[in-house]
């Protein structure tokens, strides 16, 4: 008998189409070499630092614009939401994360935020609407994989880890969640991610997409 009562979701590159063909899609439009980002914002020291300090909320998003524009070589003005104007949403995960609650599962968004103004990622979602419990890693001021802050939903949403599937596409945020007792998806495509969830929740997600 399936025991499983919660879904905690990251929500870029889960509830939203890729991040990483997004930010190719901006080198190509800003005239930038491939790997741009990759290489200058979130492989380089200083990169990752600024980012993390922008997820804590330690940085507002347009601190964050001014000085990865100037490792960039590129305009700040509204970096970020220029980085990810191609981002849109992903229709069937988000119909999942609906059929998990309308099957009487808690479902959460546990989500390594990048400020909110000028550009806000999360605009259109009405997640606090949608989701049971909505954890941004800056309002809280922990970024995953930060153990703390995978308490922190599992508070939110009154249950335990081992109660609860953590799905993300980030690789290196799982093994802290399947330490506290989550079993955890790799989203790396929507139909393989949704076959998983089924298998491990026992209910159907994918009914009318």
């Keep these: ?26 080198e190509q439009r800003e005239g930038l070499p491939e790997g741009t980002l990759l290489t200058g914002l979130y492989l380089h020291p200083e990169g990752i630092r600024l980012t993390q300090e922008l997820e804590r909320g330690e940085l ?39 059929a998990a609650r309308r099957a009487g599962l808690k479902v959460g968004i546990l989500s390594n935020s990048v400020g909110l103004h000028p550009w806000n990622l999360y ?9 049971d419990a909505v954890v941004l890693s800056e309002k809280v001021g922990i ?7 995978f308490r922190l939903v599992l508070r939110k949403l009154d249950l335990s880890a081992q109660e609860c599937v ?25 139909t393989k991610t949704i076959a998983a969830l089924e298998a491990l929740l026992g209910v159907p997600l994918s009914v009318g997409v």
């Design 1 to 26: 008998m399936n025991q499983r009562k919660g879904l905690v979701l990251d929500f870029g590159g889960v509830l939203t189409t890729s991040l990483a063909t997004a930010a190719l899609a901006f």
């Design 60 to 98: 507002t998003q347009t601190e964050w614009n001014t000085a990865a524009g100037r490792r960039l070589g590129i305009s700040p003005d509204n970096l970020m939401g220029r980085i990810f104007a191609d981002l849109r949403p992903e229709p069937s995960m988000i119909a999942a994360g609906a």
């Design 123 to 131: 605009d259109g979602y009405d997640v606090h609407r949608h989701f």
């Design 143 to 149: 970024r995953k994989p930060d153990p703390e802050i």
């Design 166 to 190: 953590f799905v993300d596409d980030t690789a290196h945020h799982l093994p802290a969640a399947e330490e506290l007792g989550f079993a955890v998806i790799h989203a790396e495509e929507p």
